[in-house]
T-cell receptor
Framework: EDQVTQSPEALRLQEGESSSLNCSYTVSGLRGLFWYRQDPGKGPEFLFTLYSAGEEKEKERLKATLTKKESFLHITAPKPEDSATYLCAVQAYSGGYNKLIFGAGTRLAVHP | DAGVIQSPRHEVTEMGQEVTLRCKPISGHDYLFWYRQTMMRGLELLIYFNNNVPIDDSGMPEDRFSAKMPNASFSTLKIQPSEPRDSAVYFC????????????FGSGTRLTVV
């Protein structure tokens, strides 16, 4: 069964304190791994897509990496505005079509 | 582009009533997805369409749920009759070519069934 597990469930950081979020997955026919940011009361906002092991993507203070079994979202010198829930999703190929399966998310709180 | 548009933003209804949620995808996107989000279960895929055709509805929890996409610019998710356990935030998302460039989500409809 296709599965996505994120850890930790919640993370509290001080402003400037770098850390990493983990996303491990088991899926047959992986077509891509996605990272999303979700703010309270809003829909998930697309951040990155990773397709192959060794690939890295960066956006401002965020950097996503991918191995064959997991992905990391590294947050460097975070600011309070980085506080949000970060969702990982894998795109699995099944029955001739792709579908996106989400993890439960990591709630990040960055305090000044 | 205005993005994916969902309506209503909030819906409060009594148990047993019919509820219809609406979605307008991004113009030109050929995939449309309906997700449900709860604290307990996170984001769950309910159903998705490709070129207006339902592809996989295995996530639809019960026969009380139905979804349609009569044309490329409109989709509905209907719950009849509604139950308190249906209370959740329902998201619609659309994508181009199966999501190679990411899915774009709407702002969601928060449904409360009392």
């Amino acid at each position: 069964e296709d599965q996505v597990t994120q850890s930790p469930e919640a993370l509290r950081l001080q402003e400037g304190e770098s850390s990493s979020l983990n996303c491990s997955y088991t899926v047959s026919g992986l077509r891509g791994l996605f990272w999303y940011r979700q703010d309270p009361g809003k829909g998930p906002e697309f951040l990155f897509t990773l397709y192959s092991a060794g690939e890295e993507k960066e956006k401002e203070r965020l950097k996503a990496t991918l191995t064959k079994k997991e992905s990391f979202l590294h947050i460097t010198a975070p600011k309070p505005e980085d506080s949000a829930t970060y969702l990982c999703a894998v795109q699995a190929y099944s029955g001739g079509y792709n579908k996106l399966i989400f993890g439960a998310g990591t709630r990040l709180a960055v305090h000044p | 582009d205005a993005g994916v548009i969902q309506s209503p933003r909030h819906e409060v209804t009594e148990m047993g009533q019919e509820v219809t949620l609406r979605c307008k995808p991004i113009s030109g996107h050929d995939y449309l997805f309906w997700y449900r989000q709860t604290m307990m279960r996170g984001l769950e895929l309910l159903i998705y369409f490709n070129n207006n055709v339902p592809i996989d509805d295995s996530g639809m929890p019960e026969d009380r749920f139905s979804a349609k996409m009569p044309n490329a610019s409109f989709s509905t998710l209907k719950i009849q009759p509604s139950e308190p356990r249906d209370s959740a935030v329902y998201f619609c998302a659309s994508s181009l070519r199966g999501g190679a460039y990411g899915y774009t989500f709407g702002s969601g409809t928060r449904l409360t069934v009392v």
